[in-house]
């Protein structure tokens, strides 16, 4: 029920009620005061309750009944509070608008809310309180005014119009006033003791602590929630409602209100105040005022001292003064008035506004966190799993994880279980609570390109749909520091490499705050070469740099995790859930076993393979492969795992010969499309191994293959119309295709045996969540492999360890250059700290054996300074002599502090591998004596990755072919580099050479002309037969030189004396990147559209990022041959996403080109005045 307090006047007659005014005083929860007069009873205060629904005022309760004077002298102190139209305000009359005209609301409002709706309070006799009522009522008062505090409620506004004195004009003749000047006089005979005590009463109702509960009947009374003594109650008609304690008027009354108690208070004080015994004697004295009792039987009240009298004596020349004059002019001057401060007020006020503003502040930091049902997400986060991923409930490992307690707490977490087993889900719940709730940007690593783009396909319909970015930074790919947003937020998605410098960037722009959550897959590439390093540098960064960071990484072959929690400082949560059982076999000859760990051996007898081979077949399968994928193949999938990418083919190609011709009819529509799909991305090309293959559902899938080309397989092979791939291990650890059954050919990965790690992740893929109702691996192995096999599945997966300091360049000395150009550590002391707090720290006394870390320390930083990327200054700090006494340091040593380079920080900012730094300063310093730019190779040639050219084995009669071909101006640029065409030609006819040439440069010329070749031609098809390479190492080359030439063009703008290569190697960079013509470069910036699908698109008439946005997915499905409707979706989502990211750069760039400088002359000024 909402209620509003009202003044109600009415003629002293026995009439119906006539209402002569209506002063509104407030609104909300809770009981208000009325003041009434009703038939030929005196005016009356009381608690009136005001239903909205029926618009009837119906009287609950009345609280207690005051003689005219205690009435009107009620009214006076509201008077300037709530007026009529004519009187506009008083001394807490609301603020003016800005203009000042009027004042629009004459209401005062409490910011709080009031417990007891629909209660009302009556003033108690005498005779009804009893002892220990007074010290009861006080503990009452004093919880209410607690709960009041804590409980704030929003409050529903009143701005009310309604004149105080209804159709009557405030100051006529006839008006209200002249009636009330007319009851005046009728009651001048009333004692003044009733009038004094009255007085008296009012000061107590406004008293800062409620000290006297018991009130004559000529009391307001004191708002408590006491009951009306059963004689009033049968009397009055009313039923009583008993109520919770209501706290002490101070706040609930208008400061105008307060002003005029305060000015009662004061003159009391000077007049002499009564004793509080006289005090209770008088008002006990009292008989409560009831509907039976006339006026004149009103009892005078006893005799008070003389300062009583005093106030008898001054009071009679005031009584003779009209009361219409006297409220007259205190309204008007209520009106004029300004507010007066009050100190007691103004305390109680602002301790209530901060409490207020305290619930507030938490209320909505608690709301940001908890922004839905959804693991404190929005339920359409939920609806949009079910609707893009078809997930429409998480299993429990899942709920549990992500209601940990440590999770809640945002510790950092690592989390380990079986492949398959839904880790993922759970890295994006907690990205999207990151991104929506905490409004924070995140960043997931991945560690492969192929694995990013696929995630960015996945994720960007959830950027649409609620609000984020989603960012790629991948090959060459990615802003450096990112973008900036001015209110969405962004997930970016990176691979190890890019990560690191994007983590770097932040790092340096000190925004490093904003990245509140970090998700790392496969954690255990930490221990995995150069990228384990790269990746331990990242999470070491962040760790020192950042307190408010969160990491969580996941991964399926985890074994010393106890070493990666202390340097992560994390929780662990693991599980063995799978959502589909696995099947462990082993395969020796024709008899199958079981894997069983409770054997003697390890393994049990399962069965015998009952497949009748020929001896033709027998030579042609020896291991029995085609008897064991014909047992799921072709309504389950197959996978068979194979040591090299050669052997995948064969392998495939010997399945294909033997199967029945009954395979053909399986999907033969589809298989056709596939092949025809497979043709128009290649250029008409197609390899005769698929040729051969596909129409029995049978494909291999290795790093020989294009991009276009196993993307293709991957799609055809998770819709069923392939059902067996031959792969190599890359595939395990790359994107997911799960399979029924899953068959490792042999126990190798190239020459080398099976590690545990890999063993895992290859069985990982049996089963299929949702399709298979179990998963099978079977190990085919031969004899003289048993003993190794059989340790192989009963052992431990293998431990991670540190690479910073065994990869020596692309370790420890990136890291301390890293350190010292971003200034997170610069001296010795700090150094050898952060060191400490790393992978390697944690593992120090495992991995090293000859030095200490202190030594290996010393001599990186040594060695940095002796190329020239640092330089070292001599100081020595009081914080370096207490880290001196912590290690075997020198005191010389501890003196040194270090500072980048110029050369440093171009490699640093490059993220150059050291080893090479110091040849591409000298190769791009060469260059400038006279670069030829008649042609692309030269600028090829300076970005042709150096690590590549290190592994390449040219074809040197093809190079002698390609280098008889070159331009004059082409063979310029051979001559510059030190390459002669004589030193070639004798080289591919097999000559002996006495001159001594560097092969790094011979073999970085020789993968210019390829890369060279692929730009002018654009078809990796005929480069590959060009060149007698592989297509997908063609590719992959071209992929390394986009990445390095990045590389280049960032270590070009650190130096001044590069400054014309910058311009040159951005628009290389660029047709590095996409090597297609340049009306597809748009569409190929859409993640998961490559170049077979760009022409398909351009064709179809997409040709631009606007036109993806826009499209409509069915139409794109109809339209495209081969695109699946998830594909189509993704396409239009991935589209859209970088279309907003444009649009919000621009918008950034232009309120930055609007925006005052910061160093604006004026602002400087005056900051400098402030200050």
Known sequence: MRLRSIFRFSTPTRSPRRQLGTLTIGQGEGSYACASASGSRAPIIGWWSFSKVDGDASPVSTCCYLSPVAALTFLLGFGGWVTGDDVRGGPSAPAMDDGGSRIRRRVSVRK?????????????????????????????????????????????????????????????????????????????????????????????????????????????????????????????????????????????????????????????????????????????????????????????????????????????????????????????GNARAQTSVFSRTKQLKETLLSEEMNVAKKTIASSSDDLGPFYSLPSKVRDLYAQFRGIEKLYEWQHTCLTLKSVQERKNLIYSLPTSGGKTLVAEILMLQELLCRRKDALMILPYVAIVQEKIAGLSSFGIELGFFVEEYAGSKGKFPPIKRREKKSLYIATIEKGHSLVNSLIETGRIGSLGLVVVDELHMIGEGSRGATLEMTLAKILYTSKTTQIVGMSATLNNVEDLQAFLRAEYYSSRFRPVELKEYLKINDTIYEVDSKAENGMTFSRLLNYKYSDALKKLDPDHLVALVTEVIPNHSCLVFCPTKKNCENVAEMISKILSKEYLKHREKEKHELLKNLKAISGGNLCPVLKHTIPFGVAYHHSGLTSDERKLLEEAHSAGVLCLLTCTSTLAAGVNLPARRVILRAPYVAKEFLKRNQYKQMIGRAGRAGIDSVGESILIFQEKDKQQVLELISRPLENCYSHLVQEFTKGIQTLFLSLIGLKIATTLGDIYHFMSGTFFGVQQKILLKEKSLWEITVESLRYLTEKGLLQKDTVLTEKGLLQKDTVQGSEEEFQYSFRITKLGRASFKGTIDLAYCDILYRDLKKGLEGLVLESLLHLIYLTTPYDMASQCDPDWMVYFRQFSQLSPAEQNVATLVGVSENFIGKKASGQAIKKKVDKTIVNRLYLSFVLYSLLKETSVWRVSEKFNMPRGYIQNLLSGAAAFSSCVLHFCEELEEFWVYRALLVELTKKLTYCVKAELIPLMEVAGVLEGRAKQLYNAGYKSLAHLANADPEVLIRTIDHLSRRQAKQIVSSAKMLLHEKAEALQEEAEELLRLPSDFPGTMASSTEKA
Do not use: W
């Open 112 to 332: 709080r809310n009031r417990f007891s709706t629909e209660s009302v309070l009556a003033a108690p006799t005498a005779a009804e309180l009893k002892p220990g009522d007074e010290k009861e009522e006080e503990e009452m008062v004093a919880g209410s005014r607690r709960r009041k505090t804590v409980d704030v409620q929003p409050v529903e506004n009143i701005d009310s119009e309604e004149d105080m004195f209804g159709d009557y004009d405030s100051f006529a003749e006839n008006s209200f006033l002249a009636q009330v000047d007319d009851l005046e006089q009728k009651y001048l005979q009333i004692p003044e003791q009733e009038e004094h005590t009255t007085d008296h009463a009012t000061e107590d109702l406004c008293s800062e602590s409620i000290k006297h509960s018991i009130l004559s009947s000529n009391t307001v009374g004191d708002f408590t929630g006491l009951k009306t003594d059963e004689h009033t109650k049968n009397q009055s008609g009313h039923e009583d409602v008993s109520t919770e304690p209501e706290a002490d008027l101070l706040y609930d009354v208008p400061s105008s209100q307060m002003l005029f108690f305060e000015n009662l208070h004061n003159s009391s004080a000077n007049l002499g105040d009564p004793s509080l015994k006289e005090r209770d004697r008088s008002s006990s004295s009292h008989k409560t005022v009831n509907e039976e009792l006339p006026i004149n039987s009103i009892e005078e009240p006893q005799q008070i001292d003389d300062s009583s009298s005093k106030v008898r004596t001054s009071s009679d020349g005031n009584r003779r003064q009209s009361l219409k004059d006297h409220l007259k002019s205190a309204m008007a």
